[in-house]
């Protein structure tokens, strides 16, 4: 027997061992638990705010069909993708998550290129574009003679990044605190919105909410318009896996990452559910809904302000899903900052040496800074029109569907190759691909992961689609365009200049 397959001690591994298997020495305080970090991930998550904001797109294209089995469809299709995500922070958990997944399972003649690209096309999916344009909409329900502009929106995007950055930059200690308190008002205001609407409402019919198909985008046939709606809905279960970029600050972390996961899509995607249903009881004209979009920007505040009545009750319910949107602003900004300083640790930016630094409190606030400066340049470019509004959904779940599509192939390329040990039976020194503490057991996991692989690629083809046909220029879906341009500058980037120095992650401790 040779030393790798010596028998490990019956204690489980610390957090600080398993980083260390990673190569990776412990830098970041270990204030998450698991309460704290459900509430992490539920706020970059919010299902239930989500889907009153990005429903109008599956309304368009599928109707209240596209909305309510569209959203089941991506909430089955998200919790196999998690399933398998959680299976590989169970076995990694780094603040790296994806791409330092694809780094430990892609063959190594490629590996360093498709560790390089899958890192970029993470950071392509920040922005607080909703925010800023809820508020507005917020605003026009308020006062009807404010004319939302342009400038307005970018405006208005600054000021919900630098909150973000700065609550970052701030409370890096105490954010665990924070998002556990902020957990609960997340619960308690999905009742707060949804018993006054579904009290005060006339309901729709049964055949209303389930059955009603609609077709704005000019498609050929239903099964093509509800293919275009359906990332509107999967938009709206983006952002869990927020969690496990800061991995390395979780105590327990190969075991509560992966359980918080999977508590995270479990409960967002009964809340988001739930409101999409209520939401379609309560709509009076289906019609006359999607013609507010025009000037409120998203339908459901005129659900809101048909249903109560009453402009300032209207405005104070919105105000909840609005608090709940700047909130998971925070966790995102977090998250993504995260990457960019592991990232910069394994030598994989510009400056990576000045990114990597963290303060006496253990922030890395100069990565935190660029995530931020980098968001504000964002408006520049899209400035609150509906070709933004199209952009934003295609790219966002672009974006993240391609990095996770490149990790669960990877892993299921390992797992049908049988490549993937258990970590009991072997010591602490074996660096090999071994199983964490939480996975799918046997050909239940080879098919989540394999469920998880079709269905990515599936909505990720819808992804770059045009809400409609023939397609004006204000309806252009920009998205593959700009996903197309950071790929390229990736490539170009890598071939030109990284491929030089990057070779993946970095190994910081001795195997």
Not at 39 to 62: D, H, M, Q
Not at 141 to 146: D, M
Not at 306 to 334: D, K, N, P, Q
Not at 476 to 486: Q, R
Request: hydrophobic share 50%.
């Amino acid at each position: 027997m040779t030393s790798d397959h010596v028998q490990s001690s019956s204690r489980p591994l610390t957090d600080t061992a398993y980083l260390a298997r990673l190569g990776k020495q412990s830098r970041l305080p270990r204030t998450f638990g698991f309460m704290s970090l459900l509430g992490f991930s539920s706020l970059s998550l919010i299902s239930w705010e989500g889907i009153l904001v990005t429903s109008v797109g599956a309304l368009r294209n599928g109707g209240s069909v596209g909305v309510v089995w569209g959203f089941l469809f991506n909430w089955l299709g998200m919790l196999c993708i998690f399933g398998t995500l959680a299976e590989l922070a169970s076995m990694a958990p780094t603040s790296a998550g994806q791409y330092h997944w694809v780094a430990m399972m892609a063959p190594k003649r490629c590996r360093p290129f498709l560790t390089y690209l899958t890192a970029w096309q993470a950071f392509t999916a920040t922005t607080g574009f909703l925010v800023a344009t809820l508020l507005q909409g917020i605003v026009v329900v308020a006062t009807s003679a404010y004319r939302p502009q342009p400038w307005h929106t970018m405006l208005l995007i600054w000021a919900v990044v630098a909150f973000a950055g700065f609550i970052n930059s701030t409370t890096s200690r105490t954010l665990a605190k924070l998002e556990g308190g902020i957990l609960i008002f997340h619960i308690l205001g999905f009742f707060i919105v949804m018993i006054p609407l579904v009290y005060l409402a006339e309901h729709r019919d049964v055949a209303f909410v389930f059955e009603v198909f609609l077709n704005e985008g000019g498609w050929s046939s239903q099964a093509l318009s509800l293919g275009v709606g359906l990332p509107a809905t999967a938009m709206s279960l983006l952002g869990a896996d927020s969690g496990v970029h800061i991995s390395e600050e979780i105590q327990s972390a190969p075991k509560v990452v992966s359980r918080a996961l999977m508590s995270t899509v479990v409960i967002n995607g009964t809340l988001g559910f739930a409101m999409a249903i209520a939401m379609l009881f309560c709509m009076d004209d289906l019609q006359r809904t999607l013609d507010t979009e025009e000037t409120l920007y998203y339908p459901f505040l005129h659900i809101f302000h048909s249903v109560l009545r009453s402009a300032t009750t209207a405005c104070v319910l919105a105000a909840i899903v609005l608090f709940m949107g700047l909130m998971s602003g925070i966790g995102v900004y977090a998250s993504a900052s995260r990457m960019l300083w592991a990232f910069s640790r394994d030598a994989g930016m510009p400056s990576h040496k000045r990114l990597v630094q963290l303060t006496s409190q253990s922030t890395p606030i100069n990565a935190i800074s660029t995530t931020v400066v980098t968001t504000v340049l964002l408006p520049l470019l899209i400035l609150g029109s509906t070709v933004s509004f199209n952009a934003l959904i295609g790219l966002t779940v672009a974006g993240l569907y391609s990095t996770y599509i490149l990790v669960c192939a990877l892993l299921l390329y390992r797992h049908a190759k049988g490549d993937i040990r258990h970590l009991e039976a072997y010591s602490i020194t074996y660096t090999g691909l071994t199983w964490g503490p939480w996975r799918i057991p046997g050909l239940l996991g080879f098919a989540n992961n394999l469920l998880s692989c079709l269905y990515l690629l599936f909505v990720l083809f819808w992804s770059f689609w045009p809400p409609q046909t023939p397609t004006p220029v204000e309806k252009v879906n920009f998205s593959p365009v700009i996903f197309g341009a950071v790929v390229i500058v990736c490539i170009g980037w890598y071939l030109l200049v990284a491929r030089h120095h990057f070779k993946g992650p970095l190994r910081e401790t001795a195997s």
